[in-house]
């Protein structure tokens, strides 16, 4: 049996460590190519490119490995991998990642890494997104590559469905205080955001975000009840916004 | 009482004819104080920008009415409008829009002037976002506004809720063929994308992305189905991705 096909993407940009981890994990179960954006495009959600054109260059950061990195989004990235750099292959598998800083609950809809990971999802890929609780360049990896590894696996072991996109986020711990996979819904948490207001060189205001991250939410189902109780969340996502229950209430403004 | 204090905002830049006819419907029912791009910003999605400062000018361009523009995207518009500008107020209702071009169905998680309105969701702030299927510039919104009046009307005699997040779309018809609104779910429709390649003037590939809208899921009470049959169609939706289905199925990876 040939070798299943891995396409390695995130949106932290093709240099930063976490994607070379996942890399390396990824080249253990198959034959791994890679299409990410060439600078840091985190938070960009679920953007694409539509008014103007995407670069799209070979690369060499990881030997052995086929790389290639876009100007675009990580949406774009995906979709420059099926419809360019793989058009006429079968992509087993999408992993997204390893981010540098949590996707869980909320964050999920600001993240370029489960974006692009969803992008794949829309075409019938398994796609599986990846993120570590730190945000430091020197985040350590290491602990998370076994569980990673296995959350592959079983994936790659089968038929693609709906809902086999997974949010897969990781605790900050060293390994013997790693506690296992848990598979969770999104927790109902939410940002409080401040603009931090401030002048340029020139005397003119700007604003720059920021924010704290607030949750009421600690039901032991959730992906933040298991992420602080030292467990991997696993949250099966999809692309799906209806909101069911409210259709109902609804109706008398037809 | 005193009239709602109304947000409007757009992903198409503050010089669209849709945020104009918007903020003519909006003045109507409230005190109406736009927060919108200074530039095209179609296919952002929920893209914030943090890694650089956000400008935010007054300008002038509809008479009366306090108008903001700002660098950033339609999401980080709503938190400059919320957090800034209207900083101590209650806002009563966010309107997005009106989007040259429709964001049914999937196309909801592509667009900037859903995830502006979902921002507000966010929030707690009710919250609609408005789409005709017209991608001119010289689209005829007139047909449109009295609907829009209606739903925004019904929207601000009640409290918020979950749920009150509106995705309507809109026909491109005469006022004479529009048959109404419906409420609905988004239809399950798909992208199949095309990369257009070509040569910059040095010579150098660029792929400029493309792609037709197909839809397999004909059912009666989805968006897609409503909008074929005249009517404009209303979709609640909101921010909780988890695929519940999909949490008992994976239960043996833990």
């Known amino acids: 049996m040939s070798k299943p096909l891995i396409l390695v993407t995130n949106d932290d940009g093709i240099v930063a460590p976490g994607i ?130 296995k959350i592959m696996g079983y994936m790659l072991a089968r038929p693609f469905q709906p809902g086999y996109l997974l949010n897969v986020n990781i605790p900050k711990l060293p390994s013997d205080q790693l506690r296992g996979l848990k598979v969770c819904r999104q927790a109902d948490a939410r940002w409080i955001e401040k603009m931090i207001e401030g002048r340029d060189p020139a005397g003119r205001p700007y604003y720059w975000l920021s924010g704290d991250f607030v949750n009421n939410d600690h039901q032991e189902d959730t992906d933040i009840w298991a992420l602080e109780n030292g467990y991997i969340s696993i949250v099966p996502s999809m692309h799906d916004l209806t909101n069911y229950p409210a259709i109902p209430t609804l109706k008398d403004l037809e």
Not at 31 to 47: F, R
Not at 76 to 81: G, I, P, Q, R
Not at 87 to 93: A, G, P, Q, V
Request: glycine share 6%; proline share 6%; charged share 20%.
């Open 20 to 149: 070379k981890a996942l890399v390396e994990v990824a080249a253990t179960l198959g034959e791994v190519v890679v299409v990410a954006p060439d600078s840091p495009q985190s938070g960009k959600g679920h953007a694409i490119t539509i008014h103007e054109p995407l670069r799209l260059n070979k690369v060499n950061p990881f030997p052995g490995i086929e790389s290639w990195e876009s100007s675009g989004t990580p949406v774009d990235c995906v979709k420059l991998a099926k419809h360019v750099v793989l058009k006429d292959r079968n992509i087993d598998l999408c992993v997204s990642g390893i981010n540098h800083g949590s996707n869980a609950s909320i964050n999920i809809i600001y993240s370029g890494t489960m974006s692009a990971a969803m992008e794949a999802a829309l075409e019938s890929i398994r796609s599986i997104g990846f993120s570590l609780l730190d945000y430091s360049f020197d985040a350590d990896f290491e602990p998370a590559k076994p569980y990673i590894r």
